[in-house]
């Protein structure tokens, strides 16, 4: 539905077209040839069509005063109250012996019924919306109201009710569902579809910054799928609409009304707005809240694996196109992808028909897959291409999501006597009963330990450190320093730059290192 202000924008244009027409019609009135009037009437009204609708186009929306109108009273400001219990035995303040503040404190301290450890209540302000006005349903963000003892939804006509229960929470997509009794239904609002959304179109939101509730501010959509490192399924959309503190929580729409986004963070080096908000986008939000109002909780895919960033180097050395697709580093033993016969080395590009697109697009899409449902999954391995079924199973708190990239193992310092050869600014030696038991390694971990790294090698700015353990070069196997010299020449051979190295720290953690041989 066309918004009233929009309509009038455009009756103007219009009559602005009119009276363009009467006057290019008199002037061509002059022109004797039907023709050439006819030609060119058609070409000037054209132009003049073009003109009006740029001009309409660049001066943005005239107003949202009536889409405001409509929604304004969906949106909420929350309020929160938290007891901070003061720790038993935390010590009275005091004055040196002898200041003449001593029998101050004394008698503060000491009169009946002072308390100097009686716990402290802290208040908080947030924002939300409603998206059942009959069961009372009400979206937030979960830092607004983490550790709260009593929530107080206030709405836009001043009444305020006091939230029943929690429905759920999700901590790493930030997001939680209240529910309250209303007396009568709520005004509510519904999603929209956030991938439709484009950079550079004009979004709305609304909301309480710094206790100012029902504030309205107007921006356009500045980037889509940002990564800010706040949790593993990171992908907001970032808006220069002004977001402030409070703001948290509350909608981000676009110019139909449709909620495409929760307004979650900013960053700011004064913590008000600077014009850099991000909200997650509705795609994400709407099957997590979907999940909480029916289970209180969600229920994500897993697939259990490590994965790591298919960087230029890495992509070079497997010959796969960089950053695309995510890099199997290891796999948890009994999982989905285990029993599917994904490997250590694998490239997943495809999971499910959808194309991954980097590292940290993988975990979102198997996170939002039904558990149970067995998916196809594309992998390249050493070159070629395959396809494997793999049933989606659930991720639990404490399994690895497909969502972190390995961290360095640490250095085991000692170096063994007798290192092998140096090589690509390596020694290394095979791995004896002795080094397993000396270093802690595990019986089932095969390869060569290295003993010794040139600090002004390449290997050393790719990290590999004294202690790690080269499992495969070029994917191969490798069990002396010989095969680690024949992988590395036929990599030469090849042509190619670097040797890709699996590396483990001897209690499972792997990674991938693609170490550069000229």
Do not use: C
Request: without cysteine; aromatic residues 4%.
């Amino acid at each position: 539905m066309v918004a009233p202000s929009r309509k009038r924008s455009e009756a103007a244009d219009r009559v602005r077209m009119q009276v363009e027409r009467i006057r290019v019609m008199t002037a061509l009135a002059q022109v004797r040839d039907v023709g050439i009037a006819r030609t060119l009437a058609g070409l000037i009204f054209s132009l003049a069509l073009v003109t009006f609708a740029g001009s309409s186009e660049a001066r943005g929306p005239q107003s949202v005063a009536d889409v405001a109108e409509e929604l304004i009273d969906a949106v909420v400001n929350i309020s929160t109250t938290q007891t901070l219990k003061t720790p038993e035995g935390t010590p009275l303040p005091r004055v040196p012996d002898g200041s003449p503040f001593e029998d101050l404190f004394e008698d503060f301290f000491n009169k009946k019924g002072t308390n100097p450890h009686r716990d402290r209540r802290v208040s908080s302000l947030g924002s939300g919306f409603v998206i059942d006005g009959k069961e009372g349903l009400i979206v937030t963000n979960t830092h607004v109201i983490e550790g709260a003892d009593e929530i107080v939804v206030n709405f836009a006509d001043g009444s305020r009710l006091k939230v029943d229960k929690v429905v759920g929470k999700d901590g790493k997509t930030d997001l939680a569902l209240l529910k309250v009794t209303p007396k009568k239904p709520l005004k509510e609002v519904k999603f929209g579809a956030s991938e439709a959304i484009r950079v550079g179109d004009w979004v709305m939101a609304i909301g309480n910054p710094f206790g100012l509730g029902g504030s309205v501010t107007v921006g356009i959509i500045s980037a889509k799928a940002r990564d800010i490192n706040s949790g593993p399924y990171d992908d907001y959309l970032q808006t220069d609409a002004a977001i402030n503190k409070g703001n948290s929580g509350g909608p981000l729409f676009n110019m139909a009304g449709e909620v495409i986004g929760i307004n979650t963070a900013i960053i700011s080096p004064t913590g008000g707005s600077i014009g850099i908000g991000f909200a997650v986008p509705s795609d994400i939000a709407m099957p997590v809240i979907e999940q909480l109002r029916l289970y209180g909780e969600t229920r994500r895919g897993w697939l259990g694996v490590r994965i790591q960033t298919v960087s230029e180097d890495v992509a070079e050395s497997l010959g796969v196109p960089p950053n695309t697709g995510a890099l199997v580093a290891g796999i948890s033993p009994g999982s989905p992808a285990a029993k599917a016969g994904i490997e250590a080395g694998d490239v997943i590009t495809k999971f499910d028909g959808k194309e991954v697109t980097s590292m940290r697009g993988l975990p979102r899409i198997v996170a939002q897959t039904p558990i149970g449902k067995t998916v196809p999954v594309e992998v390249m391995r050493k070159g070629e291409k395959k396809t494997l079924e793999v049933v989606v199973g659930r991720l639990s708190e404490d399994d690895d999501a497909a969502a972190e990239e390995p961290a360095p193992p640490t250095t085991r310092g000692e170096t063994p006597a007798n290192p092998g050869q140096g090589l690509i600014g390596l020694k290394v030696t095979p791995l004896t009963d002795e080094l397993r038991r000396k270093h802690g390694i595990e019986k089932k971990i095969k390869g060569l330990l290295v003993t010794e790294v040139d600090q002004d090698s390449p290997a050393a700015e790719k990290g590999v450190k004294a202690g790690d353990i080269i499992v495969e070069a070029a994917q191969e196997q490798v069990a002396t320093a010989d095969d680690l010299t024949k992988s590395v020449d036929k990599v030469r051979k090849s042509g190619r730059k670097a040797v890709l190295l699996r590396l483990e720290d001897g209690k499972g953690d792997m990674r991938f290192v693609a170490v550069p041989i000229d």
